[in-house]
């Protein structure tokens, strides 16, 4: 064995590495990153939950438990109250997701309050998601249990009671966490069409040939990004389908529903295969997204809400997840899978991924160069 020549590749590979600045920088720094993300990311205490509560007795009674929940929104901070004039009207923001429980007291809540006839709160969840619905009827439960505190005698006969309706049958993980993986997987098809790809044939001289014909910029970024939205939706439509049959969520095969599913899948990976495109537009050395797959991966994905609530989270984390295409995705999928929820659930969730993908390929556009 020649110590000599075993060297000579050792300095190589360490002359490239540290020619290499933003190598480096995914090697060093951004697993520190990763570490304070995962950090965060889970176990974290539920706050300023969307809580609908329906005052339909107007009561001095009523009163109370309306500043039972002024008091826990102050201090525990698990809800933010909005108060709503109708039961119905607040039921249908329960069904497309803007808020996450209704709480409702009926007409005649004070009447049997007084006469001693059990009076009743009623109390509907959105059990989709299993961390924040029991986050939120624990803190229920123990408004119920101080309300029915005695004051000076023991008041059993009007001793208020909490009617839990779940609006929706019980919530597998494997359905929570389906849109998540659906959403990976686009991600995944992203960074190996949008970046892995695009600096290898870099690397291989493939792209000398696209320079050489006379094709516009603009019509070349735009077939990379549209061969990677192809894919990205073929994967993601695949995953839809196979894992939607493998978790057992009903009706995967409606075609309006499928429609909607393509909708937004489509979305998702134009948005993906633009930002993917932009990180790795102006970059030359092939080992830099292979470095930085990972670590996008726990930027992207995890604080997207994809395996635990996002209203979980610190502040500064939920700022992550405002800028990332994988929260609106995860938002659309789950109403549609879970929710069965038409386009008034995702609408909004479609515009903003139309945004993102349309300053991504703004920027793509800026800061491609047609040359070598």
């Keep these: 064995m020649n110590f000599n020549r075993t060297w000579a590749l050792i ?8 020619r290499s600045p933003a190598l480096m920088m995914t090697s060093m720094v951004f697993p520190l990153m990763q570490l304070v ?46 108060d709503y004039d109708s039961e119905q009207k607040a039921s249908e923001d329960l069904r497309n997701g803007y808020v996450r429980a209704v709480v409702y007291v009926p007409q005649d809540f004070s009447q049997r309050y007084y006469h001693r006839d059990r009076p009743r709160i009623a109390f509907m969840e959105d059990n989709t998601d299993q961390f924040i619905s029991s986050a939120i009827l624990e803190r229920v439960q123990q408004m ?39 959403a990976l997987s686009i991600f995944v098809v992203a960074m ?32 990379l990004i549209g061969a990677g939205t192809i894919k990205g939706l073929m994967a993601g439509m695949v995953l839809t389908v196979i894992g939607g049959m493998i978790a057992g969520i009903p009706r995967i095969w409606d075609p309006v529903r499928l429609f909607y599913l393509a909708l937004v899948v489509t979305c998702a990976a ?26 996008l991966n726990t930027l992207l994905f995890f604080p997207s809400g994809a395996v635990y609530p996002i209203q979980a989270f610190p502040r500064w984390l939920r700022w992550i ?3 990332d295409p994988f929260t609106y995705t995860v938002h659309a999928l789950r109403n549609l899978t879970l ?22 390929i703004a920027g793509c556009l800026i800061l491609f160069k047609r040359q070598l």
Excluded: C, W
């Excluded at 069965?340 to 945004?355: C, F, N, S, W």
């Design 11 to 18: 300095e190589r590979d360490l002359r490239k590495f540290f």
């Design 339 to 360: 929710k069965g929820t038409g386009i008034e659930g995702i609408y909004m969730d479609v515009i903003v991924l139309l945004g993102i993908s349309a300053v991504m």
């Design 192 to 223: 190996i069409g949008g970046g892995i790809t695009f600096i290898d044939d870099k690397a291989r001289g493939l792209h000398e040939g696209y320079l050489v014909t006379p094709i516009k910029k603009t019509e070349l970024v735009g077939g």
């Design 144 to 182: 119920v249990e101080q309300l029915n505190a005695p004051e000076v005698e023991p008041r059993l006969a009007s001793q208020i009671q909490l009617n839990t309706v779940e609006i929706y049958p019980y919530i597998e993980y494997i359905k929570y966490l389906l849109a998540g993986s659906i």
């Design 270 to 295: 134009i948005a993906m295969m633009s930002f993917m495109f932009l990180l790795m537009v102006r970059v030359d050395d092939p080992l830099v997204p292979r470095a930085t797959f990972g670590v």
């Design 321 to 323: 997840a405002v800028i």
């Design 37 to 82: 993300v995962l950090g965060y990311a889970f176990g974290g205490k539920v706050t300023g939950v969307q809580v609908a509560f329906v005052d339909m007795d107007h009561s001095v009674e009523s009163l109370k438990v309306r500043e039972m929940f002024n008091g826990i929104a102050a201090n525990a901070r698990t809800f933010h109250v909005i």
